[in-house]
């Protein structure tokens, strides 16, 4: 089967709206998958609104939001998985700090035909707790007895020492078989890659990745993903 995927730093809207955010995606076909970051439910900073529940109705998915740092009025900001198919096993992990905000990461499987398990994150943007981040998503990734798909910002570029970790147990979606440019950041200067979709397992193969240069609703661009999910043998399930 394929699976359609996608992630977005949607920055809290800041940069246009919720609203043309959930418009600009519904402009490609609303994927299986979207993997959100920098995303508010009534937090400080942007629309007062839980944006996963507006997105996740607006595009049609179930949606889920996971909190890493919370305000003086409970509101909280965070990351967000919406999905065609139910999400379930969901798991919430905080990763290791030191001078950064709190980051988490986000584990589920998603009940399609094809057993799968996702995991997202948005790294932060100090080198070495990145790296300590990375091992964790990593170590997930190689012990899933599923096919994997792992999407997010990771803060870190393709010649990092992250991106290797990351790149022991799976593959780089846009490296395997990516169109066009490969920068994710910035929308106003075009000039590095941290936004990433991987994959683990092969049963879960690469067909196509690119980044989406015409949506400009945020800070980043969107990476889109279609990756072909092989059933297991009839013996096998």
Same mark, same amino acid.
């Given at each position: 089967?394929?699976?359609?995927?996608?992630?977005?730093?949607?920055?809290?809207?800041?940069?246009?709206?919720?609203?043309?955010?959930?418009?600009?995606?519904?402009?490609?076909?609303?994927?299986?998958?979207?993997?959100?970051?920098?995303?508010?439910?009534?937090?400080?900073?942007?629309?007062?609104?839980?944006?996963?529940?507006?997105?996740?109705?607006?595009?049609?998915?179930?949606?889920?939001?996971?909190?890493?740092?919370?305000?003086?009025?409970?509101?909280?900001?965070?990351?967000?998985?919406?999905?065609?198919?139910?999400?379930?096993?969901?798991?919430?992990?905080?990763?290791?700090?030191?001078?950064?905000?709190? *980051? !988490? #990461?986000?584990?589920? $499987?998603?009940?399609?035909?094809? +057993? &799968?398990?996702?995991?997202?994150?948005?790294?932060?943007?100090?080198?070495?707790?990145?790296?300590?981040?990375?091992?964790?998503?990593?170590?997930?990734?190689?012990?899933?007895?599923?096919?994997?798909?792992?999407?997010?910002?990771?803060?870190?570029?393709?010649?990092?020492?992250?991106?290797?970790?990351?790149?022991?147990?799976?593959?780089?979606?846009?490296?395997?078989?990516?169109?066009?440019?490969?920068?994710?950041?910035?929308?106003?200067?075009?000039?590095?890659?941290?936004?990433?979709?991987?994959?683990?397992?092969?049963?879960?193969?690469?067909?196509?990745? *690119? !980044? #989406?240069?015409?949506? $400009?609703?945020?800070?980043?661009? +969107? &990476?889109?993903?279609?990756?072909?999910?092989?059933?297991?043998?009839?013996?096998?399930?």
């Amino acid at each position: 089967m394929e699976f359609n995927v996608l992630t977005y730093n949607i920055r809290l809207g800041l940069d246009s709206s919720i609203a043309a955010i959930a418009e600009a995606i519904k402009t490609e076909g609303v994927p299986d998958l979207i993997a959100l970051q920098e995303v508010g439910r009534y937090w400080q900073m942007g629309e007062c609104i839980d944006q996963t529940q507006v997105l996740s109705r607006a595009l049609g998915l179930h949606g889920h939001f996971c909190g890493a740092l919370t305000d003086a009025n409970q509101g909280q900001f965070g990351i967000a998985l919406l999905s065609r198919h139910p999400m379930l096993d969901l798991r919430r992990t905080e990763l290791p700090r030191v001078d950064d905000e709190q *980051r !988490v #990461l986000l584990e589920a $499987r998603i009940d399609t035909p094809v +057993p &799968l398990t996702v995991l997202t994150s948005h790294f932060s943007i100090h080198e070495s707790e990145r790296r300590q981040q990375a091992a964790i998503m990593a170590e997930k990734a190689s012990q899933s007895q599923t096919p994997v798909i792992a999407l997010g910002d990771f803060n870190a570029k393709p010649d990092s020492v992250e991106y290797e970790v990351l790149t022991v147990p799976m593959t780089d979606a846009f490296a395997s078989r990516g169109i066009g440019p490969s920068d994710t950041f910035s929308v106003r200067s075009p000039h590095r890659q941290i936004d990433y979709v991987m994959t683990g397992s092969g049963a879960a193969a690469i067909k196509t990745c *690119r !980044v #989406l240069r015409h949506i $400009r609703t945020s800070d980043h661009f +969107p &990476l889109a993903a279609c990756i072909q999910l092989t059933p297991p043998p009839d013996d096998e399930k």
